[in-house]
């Protein structure tokens, strides 16, 4: 007797074992968002950035990030991770054109300038405007909304891990927004 599967509704994504074989052999490829407010002019006023409990149980201030799925544009994996990290109601503004802010290469050895102990991996950094209400979800316990030169403060700076906070940086830099 043959059993029919249902098909997977999500055909992207991998196991776990699957996911793990990747990551030994290839980079994969991730979105990274910042949040951002603006004024009247255009101006960044705030940034925002999710608080996180790491695995080890520190308390981690986050970028909105994740994977591309195999046959999702840079576009809608930038969608769906704002919306799953900060619900549907922020609102992003997503650009006409998705060119990143900053292009980070994580990778598993100390000493990189960005790190991620699980994997290779390249992400692709953009700074997003929104404009509706930011309720965190999945791991995220809140959003926390800072101005320019709050977020560049070092002890802000410091409580990001795999060294995102001078991937922050690179993004307010590449906007003329450093303090």
């Known amino acids: 007797m043959s ?5 997977d509704p999500n055909p992207g994504w991998l196991s776990e074992e699957e996911l793990a074989a990747f990551r030994a052999r290839m980079p994969l490829l991730y ?3 910042l949040p951002v407010r603006l004024g009247g002019l255009g101006e960044v006023t705030e940034v925002g950035l999710l608080l996180r409990a790491s695995n080890e149980g520190a308390m981690t201030r986050a970028l909105v990030s994740g994977r591309v799925m195999f046959g999702e544009t840079v576009r809608d994996a930038l969608f769906r991770h704002i919306e799953k990290d900060l619900g549907p109601m922020a609102f992003p503004q997503l650009p006409a054109s998705p060119t ?3 292009v980070a290469e994580y990778f598993p050895f100390p000493g990189s300038k960005y790190q991620d102990p699980r994997q290779h991996a390249v992400s692709l950094v953009f700074v997003i405007p929104v404009t509706g209400t930011c309720e965190p979800r999945q791991d995220a316990l809140e959003m926390t909304w800072m101005s320019t030169e ?3 403060q070092p002890d ?8 995102r906070g ?4 690179a993004a307010l830099a590449s906007m003329g927004v450093l303090p």
């Open 166 to 169: 001078s991937l922050v940086r």
């Open 156 to 163: 802000v700076l410091a409580e990001m891990e795999g060294g």
């Open 150 to 152: 709050e977020v560049s």
């Open 100 to 102: 990143p802010a900053h």
């Open 3 to 7: 059993s029919t599967r249902t098909p």
């Open 31 to 33: 979105v990274e968002a």
